[in-house]
């Protein structure tokens, strides 16, 4: 049988594999193998019907050294403590990655949000909010949204903590609705991101990214603009995208040879993500099985839907086109899949790094929030760009001089940045 796959158990191989490489003390690596402080809680929430459901809720501090905990909320069915923890975890090395002054957290409640009102969403976020209102807050932590959270659930919260202080508090939440506190270009913040990073790797390896084409899993957030960006960016063809069919309850491949407009799937995408598949297969798309998204004949592979996608099993199916494989998702790929990878001597960009536009523009959105002054969205994406860029180059040449492959680089630059804010702070 095989091994359940267990996202916290690999975030914490990754981190050993480093800690030994920096030969780490031993109290150091416990300190950053594990979160600073769990909450764990339960949140009543009024139904329409009349009846009261109590609700599983999270929030995972990882750590804080580099400034206030930082990670958005996952609404999700089979969302588990260590989904959790990892997601945190991650968020620690992807803000220190980016280079902003935030630590990292994570929160999420087990749920499956398409099963509820939006009145039943709300008074659930407001719940949550409730029992994090003394551990939230723009000093404290800063949640956003992630899977099955969106801007309009972020307002709620934001309302809910500004009602519960009694003072206007934008700055306690990022991913607000443009209009309610939030920053031009979040939305497509992560998906912009993931390309300008793929762009940089295509740089480095001499390749020209309008003549390549994309194979994307997902078709939320993250893919919907990583798709866009694709073609608006780097000028290449998608060539298909995949995501979850909350009737159906499988997932589906969408493919088109030529002519794939992620803009046209988007305006028959309904609110949870479910494609309308008689427009799509009338304006001659493609169905298949949800898996075939990663032996696509591809050029470069975009997983960004969930953790543990490509496994020691499939990832010997990835075409031998695939020259890039760019982690739009936190956690894609299996520890061993990692190595199959490897071996075949494909470019990847690892998630913390290639996802970190998101975080990035929500520390704008903070900073913006403070300032009470907002940019337009070309200045936020540009200020993004140079970010990551320089978040890709630092990475690039860290890895190049230390003969590692990107992921060992970019947890190199990681660790060694908390690790000096611990330091400084007289912690260790
Ligand atoms: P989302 O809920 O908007 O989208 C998730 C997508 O994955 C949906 O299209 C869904 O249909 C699809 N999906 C789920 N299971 C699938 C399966 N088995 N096969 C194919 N498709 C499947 O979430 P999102 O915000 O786009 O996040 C996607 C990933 O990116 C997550 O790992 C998240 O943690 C990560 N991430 C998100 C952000 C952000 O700003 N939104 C930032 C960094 C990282």
Redesign the pocket.
């Known amino acids: 049988m095989a091994a359940i796959f267990n996202p916290f158990q690999m975030a914490q191989q990754q981190f050993d594999r480093v800690a030994d490489m920096l030969q780490l003390d031993e109290s150091v690596r416990e300190y950053l193998r594990w979160p600073q402080k769990e909450f764990h809680f339960r949140i009543p929430v009024r139904m329409d019907n009349g009846s009261v459901r109590l609700f599983q809720g999270f929030r995972i501090q990882h750590n804080n050294a580099r400034g206030p905990y930082k990670g958005?909320v996952?609404f999700h069915p089979s969302e588990t403590v260590d989904g959790i923890r990892a997601?945190a975890t991650w968020m620690t090395w992807?803000c220190a990655v980016a280079d902003i002054p935030l630590g990292g957290a994570k929160g999420g409640v087990v749920v499956d949000p398409a099963a509820l009102s939006n009145g039943e969403k709300e008074r659930l976020v407001r719940g949550w909010v409730q029992q994090m209102r003394k551990n939230i807050g723009p000093r404290q932590d800063v949640p956003?949204?992630?899977?099955?959270t969106n801007a309009q659930m972020m307002a709620w919260m934001m309302d809910e903590f500004s009602l519960l202080n009694g003072e206007y508090t934008p700055g306690v939440i990022t991913?607000k609705p443009v209009g309610g506190g939030g920053s031009l270009g979040r939305t497509e913040?992560?998906g912009y991101g993931v390309v300008y990073t793929t762009r940089e790797a295509m740089r480095h390896l001499g390749i020209d990214g309008s003549k390549t084409r994309a194979a994307i899993?997902?078709?939320?957030?993250?893919?919907?603009y990583a798709a866009v960006a694709y073609k608006q960016i780097l000028g290449g063809e998608v060539l298909c995208v995949?995501?979850?069919?909350y009737n159906d309850k499988r997932?589906?491949?969408i493919s088109k040879e030529r002519d794939f407009d992620p803009a046209f799937l988007l305006s028959i995408t309904d609110q949870y993500?479910?494609v309308n598949k008689q427009k799509a297969q009338s304006a001659g798309y493609v169905f298949e099985d949800?898996?075939a998204?990663l032996s696509k004949d591809a050029d470069v592979l975009i997983p960004?839907?969930?953790?543990g996608?490509i496994d020691a099993v499939n990832a010997k199916t990835i075409s031998s086109r695939v020259k890039i494989i760019a982690e739009?998702?936190?956690?894609?790929t299996t520890t061993e899949a990692d190595e199959i990878i490897k071996a075949r001597g494909i470019f990847l960009i690892p998630?913390f790094l290639c996802?970190?536009?998101?975080?990035t523009v929500s520390y704008l959105e903070s900073v913006q929030n403070d300032m009470n002054y907002y940019w337009t969205k070309d200045e936020v994406l540009q200020k993004e760009d140079q970010i990551l860029t320089e978040a890709f180059r630092t990475v690039l040449e860290v890895s190049l001089n230390e003969k590692v492959d990107l992921r060992d680089g970019a947890y190199m630059v990681a660790i060694s940045r908390v690790i000096k804010a611990m330091q400084l702070r007289g912690w260790i």
């Open positions: 958005g996952r997601l992807k956003a949204p992630d899977v099955g991913g913040a992560t899993q997902g078709f939320g957030n993250v893919a919907q995949s995501y979850w069919d997932a589906y491949t993500g479910s949800g898996g998204w960004a839907a969930m953790e996608q739009g998702a936190n956690g894609p998630d996802n970190s536009g998101g975080v």
